[in-house]
């Protein structure tokens, strides 16, 4: 089977793939900015300001370790680490809601216990220093795992670089026929955003966002190894002051060039959240997948069903990315049926 694409959605379906026995092709154009490459790979399990937990977050928190899990023991690296994320309290309304919230149980089992004291360094944070601790959250070195799984690939003769025409493919009932001539016996398509234009999916109602992330160094932080949020997050990434924050949300310019409002967005969620200086050493942009209903597609092509699709993996592909493989896998090999909402031939 070929795929295009060697983002965390192609990737992941590509360990499963192997993991199944199966004869496996990443294709990848190289480009030097994706959104994989940018993410910041945290995964949050209440999010937003109603404190909402993810649908079925617990199913996809225990796929991602195993998924995770098992390509480390291959590659002999971790790069999913457990990561405590301090969330801090805005307004008077969200203290009240979870109150309210950490009587059902689900909810209180993602939480620490609760502590009298301020939850960071007053020192260092504004505010109050009012909060829970989420226990369940965590990090995904992305771009590091996509570079040492890159490398397994390679190494063994199973990735390309190069840019895949989908207009020129040819399906056929036994397989697809390439662009060069060769043929595969399936073309999974995990293209990301650029799958705005492949022409065998037209009816994906996409709602991609652009996303900003800025890189800072905060000397006086290095001490503090969780990520900590309030409205924006602040992500350690070497212990020694370094820190990832973001991201931002446009839906008007979906391209990969950073800007200066973004800048200035980010900057001013930190001058509320930081009393100590830091230096904004770089910034990155990139276009996430997103797909209507923010619910990720995965499937064969309803007329050309050795066509099939992987994308839409959204804001929570670190989180969501292993489980959804793991269906499409089992989908494409043993036939077992894919979850309704998520088939792109129905959706
Ligand atoms: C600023 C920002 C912050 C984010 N933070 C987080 C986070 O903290 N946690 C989280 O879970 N998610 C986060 N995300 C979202 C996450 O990046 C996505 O969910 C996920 O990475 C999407 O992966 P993908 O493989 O579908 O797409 P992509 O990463 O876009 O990968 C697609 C790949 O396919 C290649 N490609 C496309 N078309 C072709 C073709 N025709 N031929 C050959 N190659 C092709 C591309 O070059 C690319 O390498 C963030 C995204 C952004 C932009």
């Known amino acids: 089977m070929v795929i295009v694409g060697q983002g965390l959605a192609g990737t992941l379906l590509g ?29 949050t399990p209440i999010t937003g300001k109603r404190l909402a937990l993810g649908s079925e977050v617990g199913a996809f928190l225990e796929e991602a370790w195993a998924s995770y899990g098992a390509v480390a023991r291959v590659l002999g690296r971790a790069h999913f680490h457990r990561r405590a994320q301090v969330r801090l309290f805005r307004g008077e309304e969200e203290p009240r809601r979870f109150a309210v919230k950490c009587a059902a149980a689900d909810f209180a089992g993602h939480v620490a216990p609760e502590r009298a004291e301020p939850l960071v360094d007053l020192a260092l944070f504004q505010g109050s220093g009012r909060g829970f601790e989420m226990v369940t959250s965590g990090w995904l070195e992305t771009r590091a795992w ?26 056929e009932r036994w397989g697809v026929r390439l662009e060069d001539g060769s ?17 065998w999916f037209p009816w994906i109602a996409w709602k991609c966002a652009k ?35 973001g991201s931002t949300y446009g839906w008007d310019q979906l391209d990969e060039q950073p800007t200066e409002a973004a ?3 980010l900057e001013e969620r930190l001058s509320r959240l930081l009393r100590v200086p830091w230096r904004v050493v770089g910034q990155e942009a990139a276009v996430r997948p997103i797909i209507h209903q923010s619910l990720a597609r995965l499937g064969r092509h ?19 990315g292993p489980r959804y493989a793991r269906q499409l896998a089992d989908h494409l090999v043993d036939g077992a049926p894919l979850p309704l909402e998520a088939d792109v031939a129905g959706n």
Do not use: M, Y
Request: charged share 20%; net charge positive; with cysteine.
């Open 15 to 43: 360990w499963e793939l192997v993991r199944r026995g199966q004869r496996v092709l990443l294709v990848d154009e190289g480009a030097a900015v994706s959104s994989s490459k940018v993410a910041a790979g945290i995964v």
């Open 146 to 171: 996509l570079e040492d799984s890159a490398a397994w690939f390679a190494e063994r003769g199973l990735l390309q670089r190069r840019a895949v025409n989908a207009a020129a493919l040819v399906p």
């Open 183 to 199: 043929a595969a016996a399936a073309v999974i398509f995990c293209e990301g955003a650029a799958a705005r234009s492949n022409p």
């Open 211 to 245: 996303g900003e992330i800025l890189t800072i160094e905060a000397p006086a932080l290095a001490a503090e190894r969780r990520i900590v949020n309030a409205g924006g997050w602040l992500l350690p990434v070497d212990g020694a002051g370094t820190f990832r924050t």
């Open 263 to 265: 800048r200035a967005l």
């Open 302 to 320: 309803p007329v050309h069903p050795t066509l099939a699709f992987f994308n839409g993996l959204g804001s929570k592909g670190v989180l969501h």
